[in-house]
């Protein structure tokens, strides 16, 4: 099944699989944001607009999501916190935004989902500016790391969920520009992280 149709049947019920414990990660993964007043934020694979709740005012933000009912549920949460975002439906893979688009991105959750996390990254590094930041929270093994059960429930996961395989620092490596400012641990001993990336054309 592909992610976007799993993900359209998930969106009624995803907000109770993935609230509770991620609630103070997302958190503290957003209070990063700094010195945003106008900036051009994108968050990318927004969802359901989870991370909404928890966004500084002052910066003109857009969400992207390839999902339109997760997109649908985002757009009543703005509405409610009086967020104002500008919503798209668009692949993490195939950004539709210019070259060098945006001061900040955001990707919570959404380099171990899709199904090409480098392409997703060196997305993300095509649409920000030279001295932009990434930041990143999502599940990632370590490099060497066996992680028997993880590799192995990801056989059936990665075609309606989420991937349990990725390893960041390979992702990072197809990236050229992408430096990491900050990486630590998270939660579950440190299989989620908070990823810090600067964009630095040297």
Not at 73 to 95: F, N, P, T, W
Not at 179 to 191: M, N
Request: aromatic share 6%.
């Amino acid at each position: 099944m592909a992610l976007k149709h799993s993900y359209s049947v998930l969106a009624p019920v995803y907000d109770m699989i993935v609230r509770g414990p991620l609630d103070g990660v997302r958190r503290k993964s957003l209070a990063r944001l700094k010195d945003i007043e106008n900036k051009e934020i994108l968050v990318n694979g927004i969802g359901t607009g989870l991370d909404i709740d928890y966004l500084p005012p002052g910066a003109r933000y857009t969400g992207s999501d390839i999902t339109p009912p997760m997109l649908k549920r985002a757009e009543k949460r703005a509405y409610k916190a009086g967020i104002d975002i500008r919503l798209k439906c668009a692949d993490s893979l195939h950004l539709p935004f210019a070259n060098e688009s945006f001061d900040i991105i955001i990707m919570h959750l959404i380099l171990a989902v899709v199904p090409d996390p480098e392409r997703a990254l060196l997305e993300a590094e095509r649409v920000l500016k030279d001295g932009g930041s990434i930041y990143i929270l999502d599940k990632f093994l370590k490099p060497g790391q066996l992680a028997p059960v993880r590799r192995g429930i990801n056989t059936v996961l990665r075609h309606v969920a989420t991937r349990t395989d990725v390893i960041f620092e390979q992702v990072l490596s197809h990236s050229s520009h992408l430096h990491v400012i900050s990486d630590e641990p998270a939660l579950a001993g440190g299989w989620f992280r908070l990823i810090e990336l600067a964009k630095k054309r040297s």
